[in-house]
């Protein structure tokens, strides 16, 4: 037999390990790296940088450095995170990976190859004790830990590396859809995790848990819907904690961590049903609040609710931003205050003391109109901040209408038989949601600088939605048991003929046959894909006749069954669709800007600069410029000086001056960049990073990381 002899600087590799050789892959010092080791940039979800490299006079210099191609296309949230040159992402359909960061280079690629999960995914968490370092993120319900070396689950996590979201939710939650598509925040051998949950009368509660690091073990939990003898109880109704048909008051924007004190910041989202609460009267806490958690324990701090009896859909869409600020004492003289800043789907920015919730800036509860729907009860006030003036318009008149529009006076039409104005409830004949559903803020959330400096793009959408009774199970009798359940759980997106709503982000289903089989419609219909959440809900047999519906032909997939769905809570009500206020062409029914930047000084309350952000490219083509878009993904700010942001669909990454707003770069993106970038330096050069993965807005997909660096 031959032998393969081997020098002897070979044999030190295979002593030292591949895996080791891997897990710093680029040919420089551990000081040499500048890391961008959290969601958003650290614990404090601050978007800042302390790199200088690049600055507003050279940045017009930049270049690509690398590109990564994932293996599948789709919406890209993640904001990747790098530690000691490697960078971890996500792919369109949740799979974990390493890059060598200096290169783009793939080290691993983690996924589950026999199920593809049609979700979003906003990145990972990474942990480290001393020289045991792990990754965390989730694949649908589950939290995987994953050796960073290898990309291999830790079998002493949970059950063989991964455990089950639904652990500390109750009997009641372990059919549900639950998911995270948020990075769980860290707090020495604890990771508290965001979920995200349907939003319908079937909703899973959506408690606070933090799970062991280590061991996968829930550790402890926080009952945002309270149960008896705990703070908050009195304000629902009694049985409302048994889950029959309320549920949500999650948190799924993410979370900030103030380390040295021992307190996360939780923003949480509304009860559900999202639109309409005769089911739920009372104020409903804790939905709609920022909590303050002793991390260690979960034990409520102190809250503070921005929305009573949510009938908006006005989660708060972004974790908070930890900051330090400035303000005159009672003494008159300056003092600095460690500070928690919120921004809301409504444009508003809240901000208390961080340690005792007290707020920095004037709030006042104002009265607001009443519902008259009947069985609801909405909340005689709610509580708006008298500085900072909002970053997006609040109150529509005629003179919003598009200038630009050729259906002008249809949409004055809809206009005017529609209801408006701040926190105005639904209503049966429409009412305009402004800003909408989708924010104002939304999950790529807000930058700040250690000045005190918040950066924050909103969007200027308006949403036209109407509530309407909902078909009893009588009226749907005549109905195939395929288009029923395809009436209950899919016309309020797709509508009633399928055509979709692509303004929206939803897909025609008409012929879907021709574009998808059926274990691939079927595994959506179960899983979710995007903002769909997946129907966990639905037996075996009733999705065997929806996909049959779908396909065209249910009477050879199934008989009509008496569906498991019909057991399910019912709503009394539902809307009219995730429909925005558009014209004939798919144009904002509202006049320009649809998209701003906003710099704000926090602490005084007062604007630095606004300008537009982004440009509708039908309307560039004709020379109308700087009419602003509506955008997805946050900023990134740093020391040197810019504010780096892409976000828009017309497939731009640009970079701002952070002092002035004036916009210093731009360049084209292989597909539009719908996340939040992420900065870092190896072996000298500073990296710039964003996802390109498109998919929103009716813009193209995409399946790439882009790096950018000065020559």
Same mark, same amino acid.
């Given at each position: 037999?031959?032998?393969?002899?081997?020098?002897?600087?070979?044999?030190?590799?295979?002593?030292?390990?591949?895996?080791?050789?891997?897990?710093?892959? #680029?040919?420089?010092? %551990?000081?040499?790296?500048?890391?961008?080791?959290?969601?958003?940039?650290?614990?404090?979800?601050?978007?800042?940088?302390?790199?200088?490299?690049?600055?507003?006079?050279?940045?017009?210099?930049?270049?690509?450095?690398?590109?990564?191609?994932?293996?599948?296309?789709?919406?890209?949230?993640?904001?990747?995170?790098? !530690? @000691?040159?490697?960078?971890?992402? !996500?792919?369109?359909?949740?799979?974990?990976?390493?890059?060598?960061?200096?290169?783009?280079?793939?080290?691993?690629?983690?996924?589950?190859?026999?199920?593809?999960?049609?979700?979003?995914?906003?990145?990972?968490?990474?942990?480290?004790?001393?020289?045991?370092?792990?990754?965390?993120?989730?694949?649908?319900?589950?939290?995987?830990?994953?050796?960073?070396?290898?990309?291999?689950?830790?079998?002493?996590?949970?059950?063989?590396?991964?455990?089950?979201?639904?652990?500390?939710?109750?009997?009641?939650?372990?059919?549900?859809?639950?998911?995270?598509?948020?990075?769980?925040?860290?707090?020495?051998?604890?990771?508290?995790?965001?979920?995200?949950?349907?939003?319908?009368?079937?909703?899973?509660?959506?408690?606070?848990?933090? $799970?062991?690091?280590?061991?996968?073990?829930?550790?402890?939990?926080?009952?945002?819907?309270?149960?008896?003898?705990?703070?908050?109880?009195?304000?629902?109704?009694?049985?409302?904690?048994?889950?029959?048909?309320?549920?949500?008051?999650?948190?799924?924007?993410?979370?900030?961590?103030?380390?040295?004190?021992?307190?996360?910041?939780?923003?949480?989202?509304?009860?559900?049903?999202?639109?309409?609460?005769?089911?739920?009267?009372?104020?409903?806490?804790?939905?709609?609040?920022?909590?303050?958690?002793?991390?260690?324990?979960?034990?409520? /701090?102190?809250? $503070?609710?921005?929305?009573?009896?949510?009938?908006?859909?006005?989660?708060? %869409?972004?974790?908070?931003?930890?900051?330090?600020?400035?303000?005159?004492?009672?003494?008159?003289?300056?003092?600095?205050?460690?500070?928690?800043?919120?921004?809301?789907?409504?444009?508003?920015?809240?901000?208390?003391?961080?340690?005792?919730?007290?707020?920095?800036? %004037?709030?006042?509860?104002?009265?607001?109109?009443?519902?008259?729907?009947?069985? *609801?009860?909405?909340?005689?006030?709610?509580?708006?901040?008298?500085?900072?003036?909002?970053?997006?318009?609040?109150?529509?008149?005629?003179?919003?209408?598009?200038?630009?529009?050729?259906?002008?006076?249809?949409?004055?039409?809809?206009?005017?038989?529609?209801?408006?104005?701040?926190?105005?409830?639904?209503?049966?004949?429409?009412?305009?949601?402004?800003?909408? /559903?989708?924010?104002?803020?939304?999950?790529?959330?807000?930058?700040?600088?250690? @000045?005190?400096?918040?950066?924050?793009?909103?969007?200027?959408?308006?949403?036209?939605?109407?509530?309407?009774?909902?078909?009893?199970?009588?009226?749907?009798?005549?109905?195939?048991?395929?288009?029923?359940?395809?009436?209950?759980?899919?016309?309020?997106?797709?509508?009633?003929?399928?055509?979709?709503?692509?303004?929206?982000?939803?897909?025609?289903?008409?012929?879907?046959?021709?574009?998808?089989?059926?274990?691939?419609?079927?595994?959506?219909?179960?899983?979710?894909?995007?903002?769909?959440?997946?129907?966990?809900? /639905?037996?075996?047999?009733?999705?065997?006749?929806?996909?049959?519906?779908?396909?065209?032909?249910?009477?050879?997939?199934?008989?009509?069954?008496?569906?498991?769905?019909?057991?399910?809570?019912?709503? %009394?009500?539902?809307?009219?669709?995730?429909?925005?206020?558009?014209?004939?062409?798919?144009?904002?029914?509202?006049?320009?800007?649809?998209?701003?930047?906003?710099?704000? @000084?926090?602490? #005084?309350?007062?604007?630095?600069?606004? !300008?537009?952000?982004?440009?509708?490219?039908?309307?560039?083509?004709?020379?109308?410029?700087?009419?602003?878009?509506?955008?997805?993904?946050?900023?990134?700010?740093?020391?040197?000086?810019?504010?780096?942001?892409?976000?828009?669909? @017309? *497939?731009?990454?640009?970079?701002?001056?952070?002092?002035?707003?004036?916009?210093?770069? *731009?360049?084209?993106?292989?597909?539009?960049?719908?996340?939040?970038?992420? #900065?870092?330096?190896?072996?000298?050069?500073?990296?710039?990073?964003?996802?390109?993965?498109?998919?929103?807005?009716?813009?193209?997909?995409?399946?790439?990381?882009?790096?950018?660096?000065?020559?």
């Amino acid at each position: 037999m031959k032998r393969l002899l081997l020098p002897f600087s070979a044999l030190v590799l295979l002593a030292l390990g591949w895996s080791q050789l891997r897990q710093n892959p #680029t040919d420089t010092k %551990p000081n040499d790296y500048t890391n961008w080791s959290e969601y958003l940039g650290g614990p404090d979800r601050s978007h800042f940088s302390a790199l200088t490299q690049i600055t507003p006079e050279n940045v017009g210099q930049l270049k690509v450095a690398w590109t990564y191609a994932t293996p599948d296309s789709g919406q890209i949230q993640t904001n990747p995170i790098i !530690v @000691d040159g490697v960078l971890y992402g !996500v792919t369109p359909t949740v799979q974990a990976f390493a890059l060598d960061a200096a290169t783009g280079k793939e080290l691993w690629k983690f996924g589950d190859p026999l199920k593809v999960w049609h979700s979003t995914s906003r990145g990972v968490s990474y942990w480290q004790s001393g020289e045991y370092k792990r990754l965390l993120y989730t694949v649908g319900p589950k939290l995987y830990a994953l050796d960073i070396r290898t990309g291999k689950p830790i079998p002493s996590f949970g059950d063989n590396g991964s455990t089950d979201l639904h652990a500390g939710l109750g009997e009641q939650a372990k059919d549900k859809f639950v998911i995270s598509n948020t990075p769980g925040t860290v707090f020495e051998d604890l990771i508290i995790m965001p979920m995200r949950l349907s939003e319908g009368a079937d909703a899973a509660p959506g408690y606070i848990q933090a $799970f062991n690091v280590r061991t996968g073990k829930l550790a402890w939990t926080f009952h945002t819907i309270p149960k008896p003898g705990e703070f908050g109880y009195d304000t629902w109704p009694k049985q409302t904690y048994q889950n029959t048909d309320v549920g949500g008051a999650n948190n799924w924007a993410g979370m900030a961590i103030d380390r040295q004190r021992g307190i996360v910041y939780v923003p949480t989202g509304s009860a559900a049903f999202d639109f309409y609460g005769g089911n739920r009267k009372g104020q409903n806490l804790f939905a709609n609040c920022l909590l303050a958690l002793d991390a260690r324990t979960g034990k409520r /701090l102190w809250h $503070f609710q921005a929305v009573h009896h949510d009938v908006w859909d006005r989660d708060f %869409p972004a974790p908070p931003n930890l900051l330090t600020v400035t303000q005159k004492g009672p003494d008159g003289k300056p003092r600095r205050i460690d500070a928690v800043a919120q921004i809301t789907k409504s444009g508003h920015v809240f901000v208390f003391d961080r340690v005792t919730g007290k707020p920095l800036f %004037p709030i006042k509860e104002t009265p607001m109109p009443k519902s008259d729907i009947p069985g *609801e009860e909405t909340w005689p006030t709610q509580p708006l901040p008298l500085k900072p003036a909002p970053f997006t318009r609040q109150n529509l008149t005629e003179r919003d209408l598009n200038p630009y529009s050729d259906d002008r006076d249809s949409l004055l039409a809809r206009f005017k038989r529609s209801r408006t104005g701040t926190y105005q409830p639904l209503s049966r004949q429409g009412t305009i949601i402004y800003p909408g /559903l989708d924010g104002g803020g939304e999950w790529g959330g807000a930058a700040t600088d250690p @000045d005190g400096i918040m950066y924050v793009n909103g969007n200027e959408a308006a949403w036209l939605i109407s509530l309407n009774e909902a078909p009893k199970q009588d009226q749907l009798a005549h109905l195939s048991t395929g288009e029923r359940l395809y009436t209950q759980n899919c016309a309020g997106c797709h509508g009633t003929e399928r055509k979709g709503n692509t303004a929206s982000g939803y897909p025609s289903l008409v012929n879907i046959g021709q574009r998808r089989d059926r274990p691939y419609v079927t595994q959506l219909i179960s899983n979710g894909k995007g903002m769909m959440p997946g129907f966990t809900q /639905l037996s075996a047999d009733d999705k065997r006749a929806l996909v049959g519906f779908l396909f065209g032909d249910e009477k050879q997939e199934v008989a009509a069954s008496d569906s498991k769905t019909s057991k399910a809570p019912v709503v %009394p009500y539902k809307i009219s669709g995730y429909n925005k206020f558009l014209d004939s062409k798919g144009m904002s029914a509202i006049a320009p800007p649809w998209g701003t930047l906003n710099a704000i @000084d926090l602490n #005084t309350g007062d604007y630095v600069w606004k !300008v537009p952000l982004g440009e509708e490219p039908e309307l560039a083509k004709k020379g109308i410029r700087n009419t602003g878009s509506e955008n997805y993904g946050g900023p990134v700010v740093t020391a040197g000086g810019l504010v780096f942001i892409a976000a828009t669909k @017309d *497939e731009k990454f640009r970079a701002f001056d952070r002092k002035t707003g004036k916009l210093l770069w *731009e360049t084209q993106l292989p597909a539009a960049g719908f996340a939040t970038p992420a #900065t870092y330096q190896i072996g000298g050069k500073q990296y710039v990073v964003i996802a390109c993965g498109g998919a929103k807005l009716g813009a193209k997909k995409g399946n790439q990381y882009v790096a950018f660096a000065l020559p």
